[in-house]
């Protein structure tokens, strides 16, 4: 891991007031940039050759001659073949010429190696560098270790495919979209064998992805994605905050649950009986506030867990992807330990928990460059980086 110490080096010599905020161009990039541009910070979008037209042309920026942006929200994009590319030695120094922090999503610890981030990567990130690593399924200190050692509430794990006694939902990675998901359910093990060697047949998972699959109970109820935002410079209010919260368009599960149970009957037999759960748009919610303490209470432990395993902890954004049971219980089935990928559904016009909270349009990626405006005003930029 880089040194923190390191990290301060490189952000003793920016220049503060040509500071630029940047991203990788995909997941959450829009929510990122929009909020920049609202707290006055230019932005750098960094895009793969093939998927860059939505931030090198359609949200392309404008600003007039006093600097004004009239239109967009993306300053610059730059395109490279391969994502990894942004992490050569002479896009890291370019980076660092530019005054850039450089704010990590789902898409950039997925795309680019996490040992790479965590060793090679000499640009100051918004958040804890040494926490990317927790949201990788099977690793020492996943994230599931770190919701075992605070204490909340998650599915309950099935070890073998051959004990599964009620519905259950075995979670793998897709075998040919990387950031998706090959998810699917079963209430025995004769209907995992079934669906497993059908999905393995269409392609959508691989043999070793089930064998390193995770098992969990699967919990009937709505899923609500908390999206918190933890701020380290805070002294006399509360440091979390719930900006939003948000739930998935997941397809084609979405097309299955809007047919007629007859026509979902018709599929049986076809490649189309057990639906993909690949996500594919978010949708705003909200919760009865008599589940929001709760859900305080899910995030205070949270944070402190992770300031005690993880130094400095969380920073900023994270979210706490949330299921409810018939008793308004929550489980925790996944964590994004920084912007999470539903918060689009902020831009521009933020939240009602974050627009009430700060009495004003609260996105996540304004919430993020409002802390990075007020960090480098307090001449506390150490205490936001890592």
């Known amino acids: 891991m880089i040194a923190r110490e390191k990290i301060w080096d490189v952000v003793d010599v920016y220049e503060n007031p040509k500071i630029k905020l940047g991203v990788l161009a995909s997941h959450s990039a829009l929510d990122v940039a929009e909020g920049a541009v609202s707290e006055g910070f ?16 359609y949200f392309k ?5 006093n600097g004004i942006l009239q239109r967009g929200i ?18 890291q120094e370019r980076m660092r010429e530019d005054n850039v922090l450089f704010i990590p999503n789902r898409s950039f610890t997925s795309y680019i ?24 399924r099977g690793e020492q200190k996943d994230y599931y270790w770190l919701l075992e050692k605070a204490g909340l509430p998650f599915p309950e794990k099935i070890k073998d495919p051959e004990k599964i006694d009620g519905l259950c939902i075995v979670k793998l990675h897709h075998a040919k979209k990387k950031l998706e998901r090959g998810f699917f359910t079963a209430k025995n093990h004769s209907e995992y064998v079934k669906k497993s060697d059908d ?23 709505p899923v609500f994605n908390l999206d918190f935002f933890y701020n380290p410079l805070e002294d006399e209010l509360e440091k979390i905050e719930l900006l939003g919260v948000d739930w998935r368009f997941e397809s084609s599960l979405d097309g ?52 005690k395993h993880f130094d400095p902890g969380v920073v900023g954004a994270f979210c706490l992807q949330t299921c409810v049971d018939k008793d308004l219980n929550y489980y925790i089935y996944d964590v994004a330990p920084r912007i999470g990928g539903g918060t689009n ?40 980086v890592t």
């Open 113 to 136: 190696d996490l040992r790479t981030i965590e060793e090679d990567f000499m640009v100051p990130l918004v958040g804890s560098r040494n926490m990317l690593r927790t949201e990788e």
């Open 256 to 307: 299955h649950v809007r047919l007629p149970a007859p026509q979902q009957m018709e599929l049986v037999g076809t490649t189309q009986e057990i639906p993909e759960m690949t996500v594919c748009g978010h949708n705003s919610a909200t919760l009865r506030e008599s589940l929001l303490e709760s859900a305080f209470e899910l995030a205070e432990k949270y944070v402190t867990t992770c300031k």
């Open 61 to 65: 920026g404008r600003r007039d001659k």
């Open 42 to 57: 230019n932005t750098v979008l960094y895009a793969q050759k093939g998927r860059e037209k939505t931030y090198a042309r």
């Open 199 to 221: 999905l393995i047949k269409q392609g959508v998972i691989t043999k070793e992805g089930l064998m390193n699959a995770r098992i969990e109970r699967y919990i009937i109820g």
């Open 74 to 91: 993306v300053d610059e994009c730059r395109v490279y073949d391969k994502f990894r590319e942004i992490t050569s030695k002479t896009e």
């Open 345 to 384: 559904v902020h831009v521009a016009v933020g939240h009602p928990y974050g627009n009430a909270l700060w009495r004003k349009e609260m996105s996540t990626g304004r919430r993020t460059a409002q802390m990075i405006r007020e960090a480098i005003e307090q001449d506390k930029l150490k205490e936001i």
